[in-house]
Nanobody, 125 residues
Framework: QVQLVESGGGLVQAGGSLRLSCATS????????VGWFRQAPGQEREFVAA????????YYTDSVKGRFTVSRDNFKNTVYLQMNSLKPEDTAVYYC??????????????????WGQGTQVTVSS
């Protein structure tokens, strides 16, 4: 059974940093991509970042480029999202999810098959 567990969320002041972790189990990494999404109250779930199983392909939404960094540790089966220079508009529940790698659809939440439970990130102004 595939499981994804996010951790690392919390409350931080604007300009601060957080590192989210996504621990995965039940699936080999080969051929898959892990994505990060976020959802603010009343908003649709939006793509944030993603990384392929070998780390060779990394994707970011424009609003986080230069501030967020996605990485992975395949020995620990964990994907990380380092978030720096946080802004109040980054406040949301952050989710990780897996996708059979498809660069044409990776920005769409519907293309992902397994999801974690989410972790809350709140950035105060």
């Amino acid at each position: 059974q595939v499981q994804l567990v996010e951790s690392g969320g919390g409350l931080v002041q604007a300009g601060g940093s957080l590192r989210l972790s996504c621990a995965t189990s039940g699936r080999g990494f080969s051929g898959y991509l892990v994505g990060w999404f976020r959802q603010a109250p009343g908003q649709e779930r939006e793509f944030v970042a993603a990384i392929t199983w070998n780390g060779n392909n990394i994707y970011y939404t424009d609003s986080v480029k230069g501030r967020f960094t996605v990485s992975r540790d395949n020995f620990k089966n964990t994907v990380y999202l380092q978030m720096n220079s946080l802004k109040p508009e980054d406040t949301a529940v952050y989710y990780c999810a897996t996708q059979v790698y498809d660069s044409a659809t990776l920005y769409s939440a519907r293309s992902y098959d397994y999801w974690g439970q989410g972790t809350q990130v709140t950035v105060s102004s």
